[in-house]
């Protein structure tokens, strides 16, 4: 089962990491907002038939309340509407190969405006492997003229709108992560190719199939398989495999697009490796206090926060229901999650 899960999450992150050279190559037949919409609409299309097959289990795949939709749509306007336009555009400016590496600036990214909007805990291994993304992500663009620099100001600032993302993702509870980029997908994609049909020169080709079947492997398919590998190796494990996607990225883009690799470029992989391992280091543990709460999210029992039984249930198994927590004061290491949004010290 563990070494399942191991494969699924490197080919969640070899899938995900294809994504950049390939869109590098679809770039020079199809505009920006018009091949965001596509790998978008792709990725929906990937993950409509578990949409369906949860909401005929009686599974209602929108969210119930106001704050979840809010969260829902910032997730969809600055994760699926912005952050891949911005990404695109750099990706037209810039190698593949920095391109790819620059995408762990989402990681910074999300880390820092978790902590300013949501005042989280970050220690100081987070904050050390942040300064080493930033650094490597500097040396990156040396050696690319204004190219490199357009090209990592694009891709910063399609990191900043995917650590929002992140952020508005993280609290959104009643809907599973599919159907949430089901949502994502249907919207965000609809919404890019509507500008970019509206604004743009345009003719339909081959491209756009090879578009919309690299969406659904690299954004559809990929996060159903990381989802899958968290549920058998854990969330930080899962996610520890799935930093290796820029790396995929990397070597796609030196085989598909014969893109050489630099003395510059190497020793900012290697930065950017060992600042990814010690922003994986960081976890803190105190009291803090769990308010009483109501809500509906994939969980396993045995956690110290889902205590309640089902007798048609096997022992460890993952599932969602509505479910509520008492209130209760313990400590234990932890990361944020949906149960630990607190202010950490």
């Not at 080919?11 to 990491?17: D, R, T």
């Not at 939709?69 to 920095?98: Q, T, W």
């Not at 900012?268 to 009291?287: E, P």
Request: hydrophobic share 50%; charged share 10%.
């Amino acid at each position: 089962m563990k070494y399942r899960a191991f494969i699924q999450a490197l080919a969640s992150a070899a899938l995900f990491g294809i994504a950049t050279p390939f869109s590098k190559t679809l770039l020079a037949g199809l505009q920006a907002n018009q091949l965001a919409g596509l790998l978008y609409l792709g990725a929906a299309v990937c993950l409509l038939p578990l949409v369906l097959r949860r909401s005929l289990s009686g599974h209602v795949p929108v969210p119930r309340d106001g704050r979840n939709r809010r969260n829902l749509l910032g997730a969809i306007f600055f994760g699926g509407i912005v952050g891949p336009v911005l990404l695109l555009v750099g990706l037209k400016h810039a190698l593949a190969a920095s391109v790819a590496m620059w995408l762990n600036l989402e990681a910074v990214a999300t880390a820092v405006l978790a902590f300013l909007l949501f005042r989280e805990h970050l220690g100081k291994w987070v904050w050390l492997g942040n300064v080493g993304v930033l650094a490597a992500g500097v040396l990156l663009s040396f050696g690319q003229g204004w190219a490199g620099w357009i090209g990592l100001a694009c891709v910063a600032g399609a990191g900043l709108a995917w650590g929002l993302d992140n952020n508005f993702t993280a609290v959104i509870d009643g809907i599973s992560p599919e159907e949430s980029t089901f949502w994502k997908g249907l919207i965000a994609g609809t919404t890019n190719l509507a500008i970019g049909l509206a604004l743009f020169d345009w003719r339909i080709g081959a491209d756009w199939l090879w578009a919309l079947l690299l969406g659904g492997v690299s954004y559809g398919a990929s996060i159903v398989l990381y989802i899958r590998a968290a549920h058998g190796l854990g969330a930080t494990r899962a996610q520890m495999l799935f930093s290796l996607a820029p790396f995929f990225g990397v070597l796609a883009s030196l085989l598909w697009l014969g893109e050489g690799l630099s003395t510059l470029q190497a020793f900012a992989i290697v930065i950017m490796a060992g600042s990814l391992a010690l922003m994986f280091l960081d976890r803190h543990g105190h009291a803090h206090k769990h308010e009483v709460m109501m809500h509906e999210h994939e969980h396993r029992h045995g956690d110290e926060h889902h205590e309640h039984s089902h007798e048609w249930l096997a022992s460890g198994a993952a599932h969602s229901h509505l479910h509520g927590h008492a209130p209760v004061v313990h400590s234990h290491p932890h990361w944020p999650d949906l149960h630990h949004r607190h202010h950490g010290r």
